[in-house]
């Protein structure tokens, strides 16, 4: 698949979006009209520039409001689009956008527009310039693509072929089935976006919102494989609007693109492998390849479970205690690094103690079950993951790593379902020694990360694309620095359940007092992670931690009050929950109960409980658990 | 009228809540469940912290998804109410808000509608609450504010009335004017909020983008008057679910919250007197007062135009040159102050040598002409606009200032449009000595200020309400770092004009090496303000600065290749413009002629000259000098 991208989805001049793409490995770009505009290269400059760089220049775009106009607007827009040809011919462009018409359309006579896009064409081709012609979603008569199609096919001239945007198509809900019977000799240009689904009218939606396939809710796969059993072997090339990729790092940004494109090609080959058409089920295995080669990746399982959490910290025993309190048993350092393992059933925490002097405990690094590590690295490599080393001796078990956009480590370990992971043995002396003589069984069922807010739907795409994790529904949490955004990626089965937190952007920066308006004494806010362990009887692992003088995060009063009004609970649970500070939640498919722990540094613990099915987080609770913790960051900053 | 204030508007715990409300002046306030049930103050700790700071405890809110449901889920719904009921008799709170079913409402019919409301009312009054029921916007059967008082007025219980919210009203487009037939002692609480308008579905744009009244697109001074004809005397309380206000300084929100609080008092006073009912007309001067006694503020017409602009600067020598190229003449220095005088017929520039060491050259203040400093200065005072002494000796002119939410000191002159302002005589020797000999007449155009993204809405109240200046449509303009946010504030004659620009976020927390992920050497992008002055004859200015030595910002040649394509200009105009680096627009009503100055510090300047009745600012020039600026700093940056 010949990979291309638009200079508009990118921060920076045009000379740094050119560097970034050729870097991410894009075969060619589409020059967006206002780059070009406003660049101090040369059209001549930018042509060798991109010959030096190895990026075709696939497309010129956009040329607006050209058709349904009358004769005198005609003759105004065809000089306009002579003046682009004569300018495309400079930079060696063979290719230019036109959109159906918006702001100047003003008769809807499909046999009029048909007309004046042979006119178009016929001018376009004697400066051997083709014409992709495109229905907006908010043209304001061409809107459909079919529409634009048949216009296409009314001229059936050389020059004049349709581009077909999976925005204006996927936005507007049409169907996208019929793409398989056009002419690939009459499909000049294929862009690519994804996007949430939002109620907003469609300009703005689209001007903002678009993100890079596998970011959104569209169904991409499905739009490509129609394209490809079509016929069409062109550039796909990404289109995205999008405000926070156009002030965020522009390499990067590239190589998050890039990373879309490599996994939609996946994701198409494997569309329609899945949904062959009549003829090729007919044909069954000997059935004829589509003209586009997709190409594959390793093909991996969805992880089956967490392997490991690590938590780094400059001074260790605020965490070992916190751990010892909850049950976990210290199981000895490494025999080579300066790290513990402490276990609590399969739930098993690392305490690296390589931290700077100055460093916060913090959430450093999430290991998960996988089939093959080797496997399963190989795919995050071709996602173009960053790979992060990790030093091993000979006979030790070496970890496939990568880094993940927040710059949290993933790891790729051999899964154990059944019983420790080979690595625990290079901990020693083994055996919970000093942890409490009968610690119950318990998995980590969550962790939480929080997300840098240029870098979140590049971590969606990362967790989808690298660890075949999904995004579920997101949810938005009060707090009392503001909302939080949350969004949840497990695997089918709930065996690895990821929660990504976007704070809120003044505590990203570190609170109001940066802003230089709070009053002195402002704590500086901090955001917090953690990591959640589930256990089969939270009641008695509650009592136990108590026992061993675990500090819990205090929960006010009116919770219980609220809570009693809301679910008409048994007062002995009720006095239960109060005494033991849990929190609760039911819903149609169960119970939940769970607890926090204070924070060390940027980290806390959970411990949940989950009864029948229940298969959320307890975020009716998480309101709750945030003024709480912010009270006592408050207090802590205030007496400090 | 008697204020108030939903504690879900504003960010941190309710204690803080509570505090910033009795700072800024609130008379109540609204408590928001989930402030409360994540509080740690019990319900006699809030109830008494609210007598100690002189706020009254006006409405519980909210209670939901009550009516319109089957008699078993009713009991349910009844038991939860008055379990809340209980709760409110604990805070000493006697109006609880009830909104229309969305959740679970499964029966629609009036009548029985109307049964389960007279039961819930039947139940609060044993508790002495009343019920205020309000029509949500997206109510599954009641959304519609007269249907909500149809079933207070058939219930008929002296316990149940109706909650007015202007949000859930205007953003239906329902017409307002029945209220004012609306029985007074039927309606509990009226709730206000003003919002943008955008197409988006009505839920997410009314939990997101609500703002405080006069920072928004609604009509809420129809609506208040019409509140208030009917008879209403009880709270007008604010609520405003905002993401940024939520994350923002609580007390400085309070503060913009209130603001927005008094001018919509003045601005429903005002409404009232130019939209008088048929009986208040024939009554002429001798009509009765409404009930609700609106309090007025002092009256000023909007200012007449720009006294002066300051610049603040540590070293200023590339000012006093840049000045002095463009033309302006130095008229001396103030004779106690630290601050130079530089003028260009009307247009007057400030240099303010009193910057510490490091400060960056910057916009510091800028002047208005109004009637009355002094009545105008009471007006910006009342509107808590937070005053900024100026030291002045006893013969010279005493400035009234104030600090502009972006901080920028704004002073409210003595207007003198037919001669210099008193003041300049403080400077001396007077005459533009060292300036040339014929310098064309100029006046300040526009201003164009940077404005942090917490205090952008507050800042488009401050300049509305503080010195009557009215929004324009905003526009958003393309950089190489991201989306600029433009919205202009003019007076109706254009006599002012001042540009608020809301700067990508990543450019406001200093580029995007701040997050850690860019490559060394990436440039920090400091966000740029400037000072437009206006001419007669932009080409003939033009010429004389480049015979200074004016270094002019440098326009691509791919920019006049561009606006010779869409624009279709005289060959020989066309060269003139690229000769001097002059940028061009041109629309239905005149043409713009425009240049850019390099930039000192953070401030650059533009001399415009606007032909015909041309009103923009060449927005679509704007991507060039966002583009060009940036290529600039990039590549000092690297050099340095």
Redesign the interface.
Known sequence: MRTGIATVCL???LR?KMQACAIAGFDGIEIF??D?????L??EQIRSMAADLGLTLDLYQPFRDFDSVPEELLA?NL??AE??FR?MSRLGMDTILVCSNVATASIDDDGLRAAQLSRLAELAGEHGVRIAYEALAWGKYVNDYEHAHRLVELVDHPYLGTCLDSFHILSRDWDTAPIERFNPEKIFFVQVADAPK????VL?WSRHHRVFPGEGQFKLAKFMGHVVRAGYTGPVSLEVFN?VF????V??TAVDAMRSLIWLEEQSARWLEANPSPAEAAAGAGRRRHPMELATLPRVAEPAGFNFAEVRAADTAALETLLGQLGFGFNGRHRTKNVQLWTMGHARVIINEEAPAAAETAIAAVGFDVDSPVIAAARAQQLKAPAVPRKSQADEEVFQGFAAPD?TEIFLCQGSPDGAPAWVSEFGPAGAETGPAAAPQAVIDHVNLAQ???HFDEAVLFYTSALALEPQPYAEV?S????VRSQVMTTRDGGVRLVLNLA????Q?GG?EQ?????AG?PRRTYQEHIAFAVDDLVATARAARGRGLEFL?I????Y??L???F?LDPAFLATLRELNLLYDRDADGEFLHFYTATVGSVFFEMVERRGSYDGYGAPNA??R???Q??HL?QLKLTA
């Open positions: 921060a920076g001049t740094e009209e206002q070009l505009v406003t660049s101090s040369s059209p105004a000089r306009r003046a682009k300018l939002l109620s907003m009218d703005s405000d156009r002030q965020s790092d390499e990067r710059s840098p807010w240029q009060a009392p620095s503001g909302l809120p952007l003044l505590q920066e109001p802003a230089g308006t709070a009053p402002t205090q006010p009063a009116n919770y009050e609220d009693d009004a809301r008409d309101p709750v945030h003024a709480v912010y009270d408050h």
